[in-house]
């Protein structure tokens, strides 16, 4: 079996979800090829400004190549990555390649072009089919994120496998609960949502909702480096914004939180949502894009559109209109047996699944 060569650009930008997505299923990967008796050879491939690491016993790193960024990908890449299946999971990968297998999150700069600048938008627009045209197969996050890569053109149906994502990382960091307190939050007195001003995040209904007196003492945190002001600037005075947080801070603020709230109008997948939900907190979510594939039952759900709404279920959780603190407990229990089927290692199962039925092919194929 030819190597696994694996695109690791990811490394040399400051991370995201989609990133996280990439980190987590190398590191479970890594773990079932060190288990494996006969395994592949397996090399990370990253630009010469790759600063980020990520703890590997398998998988075997290489810097290559002296560009960086996009141009690294398309044209350092594949010139120096030698024979193998190549897999590519932010996104894009080298349009030059085609012995390659490539993870599409989803179809946002379709689904919600105003969220992205045009000179985004162009390019995803444009390279998005040619790499799922030319690639031997493409991979995404969830049914929902399928349908809207076929919907728009972007890859046939027949060459989408779905593998949804991880949440157990989680697990790993130990909540700090100091970011809570440094900001006089009290425990259960607060919901959790993030910072985002892309439009499809909704942040600013979620705002409104706490503009209603019924709200006056539950305070509206939001997680994220863009500032209240940016999202909407005649916020309440109980709504606040942190900035950016380690996980470490993310995760004790998320666990004292009444709720998290996710208003999305459209997600690949959510993992934030199932993020808190594994640390026992309640989801508040709108039944939009991949949302209800991935919370399922778990979640209390609100129209995205109706801010009344998430009024009256977190006045819910809070015990001042009906249910009391048990409502919550009960939420959140079931929240954390739901999540806990999301895990990386089952992931990383699926990706070597798909890989095995493709060797045949790609055994066949010049790089």
Not at 74 to 92: E, K, T, V, W, Y
Not at 201 to 217: S, V
Request: hydrophobic share 45%; proline share 8%; glycine share 6%.
């Amino acid at each position: 079996m030819r190597p696994i060569l694996l695109n690791g650009k990811f490394l040399s930008a400051h991370p995201t979800g989609v990133h996280r997505v990439a980190e987590e299923t190398i590191r479970a990967l890594d773990q079932r090829l060190s288990a494996m008796e006969d395994a592949p050879y397996a090399h990370l491939l990253c630009p010469r400004d790759a600063t980020r690491t990520i703890p590997l016993a398998h998988v075997q790193k290489r810097t290559i190549g002296k560009a960086t960024w996009q141009i690294w990908e398309q044209s350092d890449l594949p010139r120096f990555a030698g024979p193998g299946m190549m897999i590519n999971l932010c996104n894009l990968g080298p349009v030059a390649r085609r012995d390659a297998v490539t993870m599409i999150h989803d179809a946002q700069v379709h689904d919600s072009p105003h969220s992205y600048s045009p000179a985004f938008r162009t390019y995803y627009r444009t390279v998005l089919p040619i790499i799922a045209r030319r690639h031997r197969s493409v991979l995404t996050v969830s049914a929902h994120s399928r349908a809207a890569l076929v919907r728009h053109g972007i890859a046939e149906e027949s060459k989408i496998t779905v593998i949804h994502n991880g949440v157990d990382h989680v697990m790993r960091t130990a909540p700090d609960r100091s970011a809570a307190r440094a900001r006089g939050l009290a425990p259960l007195r607060y919901v959790v949502a993030l910072a985002n001003a892309q439009a499809h995040k909704n942040i600013a209904m979620l705002i409104d909702a706490f503009r209603d007196p019924r709200l006056h003492d539950v305070v509206l945190v939001l997680v994220g480096r863009d500032p209240v002001a940016k999202i909407a600037p005649d916020a309440p005075p109980n709504v606040m914004s942190t900035g950016h947080l380690g996980e470490a801070a993310l995760y004790g603020l998320m666990q004292n939180a009444l709720a998290f709230a996710c208003p999305s109008l459209t997600e690949g997948f959510g993992l934030p949502p199932l993020e808190a939900m594994l640390l026992g907190t309640p989801v508040i979510a709108a039944p939009c894009g991949a949302l209800p594939e991935v919370l399922g039952t778990a979640a209390l759900w609100s129209s995205p559109h109706r801010p009344a709404e998430w009024v009256n279920v977190i006045c819910a959780l809070a015990g001042s209109s009906g249910p009391s603190a048990a409502f919550r407990a009960e939420r959140g229990a079931l929240g954390r047996r739901h999540a806990a089927a999301f895990t990386w290692d089952r992931a990383a199962g699926q990706l070597l699944d798909h890989l095995t039925a493709l060797e045949p092919e790609f055994s066949s194929c010049a790089a």
